[in-house]
Structure formats: structure tokens, C-alpha cells
């Protein structure tokens, strides 16, 4: 919808270069330093889950109390924690837990919610009221609080705090899928398709789902941040992914009592989690302006 | 007289408002209160009427894209407010809709062969291989070449569109096409052009329009017959040349009286309503138009004026005023 705003109506088609809805969006994201600068390290971070493992020396997992507690050096970039593990072996370890937490979470969350959002949007009436009043249940419970709820009951483990986060995340994907949907449906192309003889499915799948990606899309990558953190959350009160896994909330949670002595060994995980945190985030708004030029306020 | 394509009996539409605490239904706004009317096959007819009073209400309610509350909708003798959803579907390819707004009427996403072979795999009356060809085929008939295909609706402009929108209607070969404010929001050059090209596509392929406008300019160019309306409700019909010269009713007589004269110094008598439209929620009792009238009486505010043929006028020409005769006779 706004990219057919921003083009120029009126001009003779002839002079309109042929840029795709594509390459005017990335060309906007470009623009955007603080976008970009997230954007490179989100891909770095990537990089970093895949292929760092095979380049670490030490053994994340091995408990070797002559190492124990040892500051910066050149052996052990950031030290070693109490068990005597390389904290940054251990963080590169961790960096695919963290973004599978992350990923999968709010696939999660997408996959419920989304549809939820369609329905009540497309459908409206009675079927509006039960899936939204239903929403506003599970908002009305503090995000962290479900979730540990959800982990207290489940059993602590990664694939339950991805589940628990992805639920924690529903209602977002719900409301912003329904408010899009609401907005979408009212255009006379949806009429006009409708006419012609399409059914619900095509017009939800192939008019409707096109055209409201772009809040999704920028809805799960700021949720990714509030998924990592709040999955470092419930690792660090010892609900998540449990000992030896070098989960970076629980490497926090593990280091901060020794936080007066040996200070390094809370403050690098504490550090991955903000930066991981922040990237996503700042991606996440470029994103926003990029996709959606007139909320740019 | 030609075949009957279109009846329209007591449609009604009216629109719930929620309210209170529990959002129960306070009210209705009666978008179209009980009209009827015959649209002959081949031939045009305008609705009319400023905005708000129910025209495009009408014309959506009779593609059934918004649920008639009541009333029949018989098309080539069939009755469309029975039909199943299914059966609906099929039905649809012989009655389409050209919208108003060229740039929100085409999917932003799909590019112009898409949004036209989509009509064609839809009502799969074109095989597969063939729908290229065929899309490709329709834009030339609108008027746009056929290298503009692969493009997205955002690369034209808005008459353009407007023609890629007709393009789209005419895709399944309807007999009726409802043109919804089709022609208002384009720039008058390029308003005559998109009028001269649904004129000589009508002949071409035997289509009959149901023309729903408030541009009284452009009715007195596309119509064979007029109907016009009052807040939901229709106050007069006739035949083009009678309704513009010998019109029987005090508010078609107030709405032609607002178009411009384009000669200057031209004599030009204009009647100018007091007051607003009333509310579509509340309608005053008896004749709609009684708050507004200049020649209202007591039977106006306590009776409901029924359509009725005018003696001595053409046929078909119908007014529903209590006091016509008197009114225009002197």
C-alpha cells in the first residue's frame, strides 16, 4: 500500500525508472547507518553461530579447576569462569543458542498468532471477539511472568522456554496481523477480486497475506531482541537451559557471584546479550522506516 | 423494448451501529431504504445522487458484496440473494464492478498480467496456456500496449489503471458491469477518454452498464436512462432527454439546476437547497426530501410519496412527489 503512495502517479510511465517495491525498500535501507550497522551484525552473528565452533581451542564443557577464574589474557581472551571454561569459547558456543532461542520463539509466536490475527480480522464479528478477548487473557498476564509460569510448569529446558517465549509473543503478532488485515480488507482491490469469484482462501493467502508482511516482518524482528532477553531472563533464574549449557543468561547468572572479585566473568556475557540485543532492535526499526516511509515522524 | 438483464425489487440496506456497553445494536443507518428498478439488457443506466445517498450501496449490495438486509436481486432471472456462496462464485463472471480509486483497486503486489489472468484461472474459462495471450489481448482492447504487462500498478498513472481496472472487468466476458464512481476521480481529459472507451467497448461487446455517478455532466453523456436519489430512496426515473429537459420532481430540479452552464452569460435559474442532508439513521417521516422542499405541505411531512408514473410524459418517466401536477403545471 504505501509503495504505491510513493510512487509518482500522474507521470507518463515511460519516465518511471523500474525500480521493484524490492529495491526501493533496500535502497531507503541503505540510508539508514544505525539500520545497517545492526543489519552487518545480525549477519555476523550468523556467521559466528555457524562456523565459530570450529574455530575455538578450548572445550567449552571441560571442568578444569587449575584454569579456574583467570582474568584476560592471551590464552584466555576473556578470562575463564569459575569451572575454569574460556568464557570466550563458551560465548561463541552460546551464540547459537541464543539466536535459536530467538528464531525459533518468535517462529513460534508467527505461526500461531498470524493466523489468529487473519481470522479475526478477515472473519470479524463473533470470531473477532472469542480470538481477540482470548488475546487480551493471555496481555493481561506481565510477559515474564507467563513465561515463567509456562517454564514452572513445563520443566526447565531450551525447547520449553522457546515455547513459552513464543506464547509470550502471540498477542503481538496477533493484534498488529488483525490490524493490518482490518485495513487491507477494506480495499477495493479485495472487492474487486471478490467479484470476480474468489474464494476466502485466495483472497486471505494471495491478497490479504502479500500486502501486511512488511508489519509482521518488522514485528518479528523487533521481537527477536525482547525473545533473547527475556529467554536470558528465565535462564538466568535457573529456569532455562541448564548447567554446562553455555547459555549466555545462565554463563550471567552463574558469574555474578563473583561479580566484586572477578568481575569479567558476569560482565562479557552481559555485554553479548546487549549488543545481540541492541542489534536487533536497531535493525528492527530501520526496517520499520524503510518498509513504511510515512511513519517516519 | 430489450430483454430484461436486471430487477431490482425493495432492496434494502441498512447498517447495525454498536453501541452501549455490551455492543448491542442501537440503531441503523438506512443506507438504501426499499428501492426497485429494471435495467434492460445493452443499454446504460445512471444512478444518481449526491453523496451519502445510497447509490454505491446500491450497487455493491446488488454484486452481493455487501449482504442485501432485504430484498431481490433477479439477474438474467435468476435471484442472487438466494444463491449459496458456491453458486454465488459462478455466477459472479457475468456481472463485474470498475471501482473509483485506480490506485487502491489493483493488488500493489501483482503486476498487470498477474491481476488480469488471475480473473481468467479464477473462473477458469481460459486454458492455462492461453491466459498470457488473452491478458495480453485485453490490454490492447483498453488501450494500453502489451509491453506495459509485466509491470506493477505503482508504474501508471491514474488513467492508466483505471484502464488495466477495465481491463480486469471485462476479462470473463460479463453482460453487466456496474461502474462504481468510475470516471470521478480521474482529471476531466482523461475522464473523457476513459467515457469514450467504455462507450465504444458497450458496443462491442453488448454490455450494459449500471453507471452510478454524481457527475451529472457525465450521465447526460453515458446514459439512456437516469434514476435519481435521495437518501436512500429513489425520487425519479426517467428516460436522459426527458429527465435533463422535463424533470417532475423538485430535487432532480435542484440538482440540474447546479450544473454549470458553460456559456458565459449563459441564463442559469439556480435553485439552491437550504439546510443538509438529514441523517440517514433518522429519515424524516413521510417524503425524505420535506425538510429541503421549497413546495412542501402537510401530506409531504405525514406521507410516504410513492414512485408513479407521469401522464402525458414518456414512458417510463416516474416521479415520486405528492404534488408534481401541481408543482410544474402551475
Not at chain 1, 487473519?118 to 511472568?145: E, Q
Not at chain 1, 496477533?174 to 482491490?189: C, D, N, Q, W
Not at chain 1, 538466568?236 to 554446562?244: E, K, S, Y
Amino acid at each position: 500500500m504505501s509503495d504505491a503512495k510513493s510512487a509518482m502517479p500522474g507521470t507518463n510511465s515511460h519516465d518511471i525508472k523500474g525500480y521493484s517495491t524490492r529495491q526501493m525498500i533496500f535502497k531507503r535501507l541503505k540510508k539508514n547507518k544505525a539500520a545497517l550497522i545492526g543489519g552487518y551484525l545480525i549477519l555476523f552473528f550468523i556467521i559466528v553461530a555457524l562456523i565459530g565452533p570450529f574455530f575455538t581451542v578450548h572445550d567449552p564443557l571441560r571442568v578444569d579447576y587449575s584454569t579456574k577464574l583467570l582474568s584476560p589474557s592471551t590464552t584466555h581472551w576473556l578470562g575463564t569462569d569459575h569451572n575454569g571454561r574460556d568464557i570466550f569459547t563458551r560465548l561463541v558456543h552460546g551464540m547459537s543458542i541464543t539466536l535459536y532461542i530467538g528464531f525459533l520463539s518468535v517462529l513460534v509466536g508467527i505461526v500461531i498468532g498470524v493466523p489468529l490475527g487473519i481470522s479475526a480480522g478477515y472473519y470479524g464479528k463473533a470470531l473477532d471477539s472469542v480470538i481477540m478477548r482470548f488475546i487480551d487473557i493471555l496481555l493481561a498476564f506481565p510477559g515474564i511472568l507467563l513465561a515463567i509460569a509456562l517454564v514452572s510448569v513445563l520443566g526447565g529446558s531450551i525447547s520449553n522456554v522457546i515455547l513459552a517465549v513464543g506464547i509470550f509473543s502471540v498477542p503481538g503478532f496477533a493484534r498488529i496481523t488483525r490490524g493490518s488485515t482490518l485495513a487491507v480488507s477494506k480495499l477495493e482491490y479485495i472487492d474487486a477480486v471478490r467479484a470476480l469469484g474468489a474464494g476466502d482462501l485466495r483472497i486471505i493467502f494471495l491478497h490479504i497475506l502479500p500486502n501486511i508482511l512488511s508489519p509482521i516482518i518488522v514485528q518479528a524482528t523487533i521481537r527477536i531482541a525482547i525473545a533473547i532477553l527475556i529467554a536470558s531472563g528465565l535462564s538466568f533464574l535457573g529456569l532455562g537451559a541448564q548447567p554446562p549449557t553455555p547459555e549466555w543468561g545462565a554463563m550471567l547468572s552463574q558469574g555474578r557471584s563473583y561479580m566484586f572479585d572477578h568481575p569479567h566473568v558476569a560482565l562479557y556475557p552481559g555485554l553479548a546479550i546487549m549488543t545481540v540485543v541492541l542489534a536487533f532492535n536497531i535493525f528492527g526499526d530501520g526496517l520499520r522506516d524503510a518498509l513504511d516511509p510515512k511513519m517516519k515522524a | 423494448m430489450n430483454k430484461e438483464l436486471l430487477r431490482v425489487n425493495n432492496l434494502k440496506k441498512y447498517y447495525p451501529i454498536k453501541g452501549g456497553f455490551l455492543g448491542q445494536t442501537i440503531n441503523h443507518v438506512k443506507a438504501v431504504d426499499d428501492i426497485s428498478f429494471v435495467v434492460y439488457e445493452g443499454e446504460t443506466v445512471s444512478l444518481v445522487g449526491e453523496s451519502g445517498c445510497g447509490k454505491s450501496t446500491a450497487g455493491r449490495s446488488i454484486l452481493r458484496l455487501e449482504e442485501p438486509t432485504a430484498g431481490d436481486v433477479y439477474f438474467d432471472g435468476i435471484d442472487l440473494t438466494t444463491l449459496t456462496k458456491k453458486e454465488l462464485r459462478k455466477t459472479r463472471k457475468n456481472m463485474q464492478i470498475i471501482f473509483q480509486d485506480p490506485f487502491a483497486s489493483l493488488n500493489p503486489r501483482q503486476t498487470i498480467a498477474q491481476i488480469l489472468q488471475e480473473a481468467l484461472l479464477i473462473q477458469n474459462v481460459v486454458p492455462r496456456e492461453q491466459r498470457k495471450a488473452k491478458a495480453l489481448e485485453l490490454l490492447e482492447t483498453v488501450g494500453l500496449a502489451s509491453y506495459q504487462a509485466d509491470r506493477y500498478p505503482h508504474q501508471f498513472s491514474g488513467g492508466q489503471r483505471q484502464r488495466v481496472g477495465i481491463a480486469r472487468a471485462l476479462s470473463l466476458n460479463p453482460k453487466l458491469i456496474i461502474c462504481d464512481e468510475a470516471v470521478s476521480a480521474l482529471d476531466v481529459s482523461i475522464k473523457a477518454q476513459i467515457l469514450n472507451l467504455l462507450k465504444s467497448l458497450q458496443k462491442r461487446f453488448k454490455l450494459t452498464y449500471l453507471f452510478i455517478s454524481h457527475d451529472l455532466g457525465v450521465v447526460r453523456h453515458i446514459s439512456d436512462r437516469v434514476i435519481v436519489m435521495y437518501l436512500g430512496r429513489i425520487v425519479e426515473t426517467a428516460d436522459k432527454k426527458t429527465l435533463f429537459e422535463n424533470s417532475k420532481h423538485p430535487y432532480t430540479k435542484a440538482l440540474l439546476s447546479a450544473i454549470p452552464v458553460p456559456k458565459p452569460g449563459g441564463k442559469k435559474e439556480r435553485i439552491v437547497l437550504t439546510g443538509d442532508v438529514p441523517s440517514s439513521i433518522d429519515p424524516p417521516e413521510g417524503c425524505r426530501f420535506h425538510t429541503r422542499c421549497p413546495f412542501a405541505a402537510e401530506k409531504c411531512i405525514k406521507e410516504m410519496p410513492e414512485l408513479r408514473p407521469i401522464f402525458g410524459s414518456a414512458p417510463g418517466h416516474m416521479s415520486a412527489c405528492h404534488f408534481y401536477e401541481e408543482i410544474f403545471n402551475g
